[in-house]
C-alpha cells in the first residue's frame, strides 16, 4: 500500500471515527490529547490509550471481584467506577475521549449509591462492552497510524 | 507519591489527583509551559509534602479523592498559612460542590478535563505564564 493510500485511508477512518461522535464513540477530548502530541513525544496518544487500556482492565477485573463478594462492599466499587470515569472522561487530564464509558459509570454509581447488587452487575456487563468497544475501535485507529 | 520535573523557568506546581491517566496527562500540559511538577494521589500526600516545606506557585487540586478530598486538603493548606493559588478541579460537579470547594479556599474552580487553552487561562491569571514565581 503506497503512503497516499495509506494517509487517505487513516483519513477516511478518522473522519469516520468522528462521524461517530454522534453516536458518542469519541468526543472532542481525545482531539485535545492530540494537540499534546509533538515530535518531543511522538507517540503521547499511543501512550495514554496503552495505559488508559491496562489501568482499566485492572479495574473491571477488581470491580468483577468486589461484586462477586457475598458482602459486597459498595463503596469500593464507587471508587473503582469514579476512577474508571475519571480516566474515560478525558483528562487533562483526562483521558481518551471515551464518552460513552463516561455514561455508563455515571448510572453506575447512582446504581452503587443503591446499593444495588443486580443492578451494578449489570451496569458491570455494560461499562465492559463499551469499554471493549473502544478499546477495539482506538487499537484498529493506532495500527492505521 | 511525588515526582519532581526539573526545569529552569522557576515555577514550581503541585498536581493533586488520584487518577493516573489524569496526571500523565496534565503532567505534559504542565511540562509544555516549561513548569516544575510535583504530584500527589490524594490531598493527605499534598499535606504532607507542603509541611515537608515544599513550595508552589500553583496548586492544581482534584474535588474526589481517597483518603482525604481536595476541599479537605484545601482546610488544613489553608490553616497551614499556605497563600498558593489552589485551582479546584472537578468533572460534574454540582454547584454545591463548587461552593463547598471555594468556601473551603480554594481560588478558582475549572471544570475538568484542563485543556491546554483552560490551563492557559489559569496561568494567565495568577501571573505564572511570564514565568515569575508568586511570593509565599
Given at each position: 500500500?503506497?503512503?497516499?493510500?495509506?494517509?487517505?485511508?487513516?483519513?477516511?477512518?478518522?473522519?469516520?471515527?468522528?462521524?461517530?461522535?454522534?453516536?458518542?464513540?469519541?468526543?472532542?477530548?481525545?482531539?485535545?490529547?492530540?494537540?499534546?502530541?509533538?515530535?518531543?513525544?511522538?507517540?503521547?496518544?499511543?501512550?495514554?490509550?496503552?495505559?488508559?487500556?491496562?489501568?482499566?482492565?485492572?479495574l473491571?477485573?477488581?470491580?468483577?471481584?468486589?461484586?462477586?463478594?457475598?458482602?459486597?462492599?459498595?463503596?469500593?466499587?464507587?471508587?473503582?467506577?469514579?476512577?474508571?470515569?475519571?480516566?474515560?472522561?478525558?483528562i487533562?487530564?483526562?483521558?481518551?475521549?471515551?464518552q460513552?464509558?463516561?455514561?455508563?459509570?455515571?448510572?453506575?454509581?447512582?446504581?452503587?449509591?443503591?446499593?444495588?447488587?443486580?443492578?451494578?452487575?449489570?451496569?458491570?456487563?455494560?461499562?465492559?462492552?463499551?469499554?471493549?468497544l473502544?478499546?477495539?475501535?482506538?487499537?484498529?485507529?493506532?495500527?492505521?497510524? | 507519591?511525588?515526582?519532581?520535573?526539573?526545569?529552569?523557568?522557576?515555577?514550581?506546581?503541585?498536581?493533586?489527583?488520584?487518577?493516573?491517566?489524569?496526571?500523565?496527562?496534565?503532567?505534559?500540559?504542565?511540562?509544555?509551559?516549561?513548569?516544575?511538577?510535583?504530584?500527589?494521589?490524594?490531598?493527605?500526600?499534598a499535606?504532607?509534602?507542603?509541611?515537608?516545606?515544599?513550595?508552589?506557585?500553583?496548586?492544581?487540586?482534584?474535588?474526589?479523592?481517597?483518603?482525604?478530598?481536595?476541599?479537605?486538603?484545601?482546610?488544613?493548606?489553608?490553616?497551614?498559612?499556605?497563600?498558593?493559588?489552589?485551582?479546584a478541579?472537578?468533572?460534574?460537579?454540582?454547584?454545591?460542590?463548587?461552593?463547598?470547594?471555594?468556601?473551603?479556599?480554594?481560588?478558582?474552580?475549572?471544570?475538568?478535563?484542563?485543556?491546554?487553552?483552560?490551563?492557559?487561562?489559569?496561568?494567565t491569571?495568577?501571573?505564572?505564564?511570564?514565568?515569575?514565581?508568586?511570593?509565599?
Amino acid at each position: 500500500m503506497d503512503l497516499g493510500n495509506l494517509q487517505r485511508g487513516y483519513i477516511d477512518y478518522i473522519s469516520a471515527l468522528f462521524h461517530e461522535m454522534e453516536k458518542g464513540f469519541l468526543d472532542s477530548q481525545f482531539t485535545q490529547l492530540q494537540q499534546l502530541q509533538d515530535e518531543s513525544n511522538p507517540e503521547f496518544v499511543l501512550e495514554v490509550a496503552t495505559l488508559f487500556f491496562e489501568d482499566s482492565e485492572k479495574l473491571l477485573n477488581e470491580l468483577s471481584r468486589t461484586l462477586d463478594q457475598q458482602a459486597v462492599d459498595f463503596k469500593k466499587v464507587d471508587a473503582h467506577v469514579h476512577q474508571l470515569k475519571g480516566s474515560s472522561s478525558r483528562i487533562i487530564s483526562n483521558s481518551i475521549g471515551a464518552q460513552r464509558v463516561k455514561n455508563v459509570c455515571i448510572a453506575f454509581r447512582d446504581i452503587c449509591e443503591e446499593t444495588n447488587k443486580e443492578g451494578c452487575l449489570r451496569c458491570l456487563q455494560q461499562v465492559k462492552q463499551e469499554f471493549y468497544l473502544v478499546k477495539s475501535k482506538l487499537e484498529t485507529l493506532f495500527r492505521v497510524w | 507519591m511525588a515526582a519532581l520535573a526539573i526545569s529552569s523557568c522557576g515555577r514550581r506546581a503541585l498536581l493533586v489527583d488520584d487518577n493516573v491517566i489524569n496526571r500523565m496527562v496534565v503532567r505534559k500540559l504542565v511540562e509544555e509551559q516549561g513548569i516544575a511538577l510535583e504530584e500527589a494521589e490524594n490531598g493527605k500526600e499534598a499535606v504532607e509534602l507542603v509541611k515537608e516545606g515544599r513550595v508552589f506557585d500553583l496548586i492544581l487540586m482534584d474535588r474526589e479523592m481517597p483518603v482525604m478530598d481536595g476541599p479537605q486538603a484545601t482546610k488544613q493548606l489553608r490553616s497551614l498559612g499556605v497563600t498558593t493559588p489552589i485551582v479546584a478541579l472537578s468533572a460534574d460537579a454540582m454547584q454545591s460542590d463548587k461552593d463547598s470547594f471555594l468556601q473551603a479556599g480554594a481560588d478558582d474552580f475549572v471544570e475538568k478535563p484542563l485543556s491546554v487553552d483552560k490551563f492557559a487561562l489559569v496561568l494567565t491569571k495568577y501571573g505564572l505564564q511570564d514565568g515569575q514565581a508568586a511570593d509565599q
